[in-house]
C-alpha cells in the first residue's frame, strides 16, 4: 500500500492546500484526491512540481507499507 505524505509536508511548508495547487497548476480537487490518498495514479511531471514547490524529494512525499503489517 502506497501511503502519501503530502499533507505532512504542506504543514512543514506552511503552505496552502490553494497555494500549492496554484503553484503546481493543477486544480485544489485534484490535490485533495491525491492529499487524501484517493488517487490512483500521479504524474511525474506533477509529482516533479510539488517537490519543486515544497522542495522535497518524492520519497518525502510517498510511503510503501506492507498491507499485512
Request: aromatic share 2%; glycine share 4%.
Amino acid at each position: 500500500m502506497i501511503i502519501v505524505n503530502l499533507d505532512i509536508m504542506m504543514a512543514r511548508r506552511k503552505i496552502s492546500l490553494g497555494e500549492l495547487a496554484e503553484k503546481v497548476d493543477i486544480t485544489p480537487a485534484n490535490l485533495s484526491i491525491l492529499k487524501t490518498g484517493k488517487a490512483k495514479a500521479v504524474r511525474f511531471s506533477t509529482l516533479e512540481a510539488i517537490c519543486r514547490v515544497l522542495d522535497c524529494q518524492p520519497g518525502d512525499l510517498l510511503e510503501y507499507k506492507d498491507e499485512s503489517e
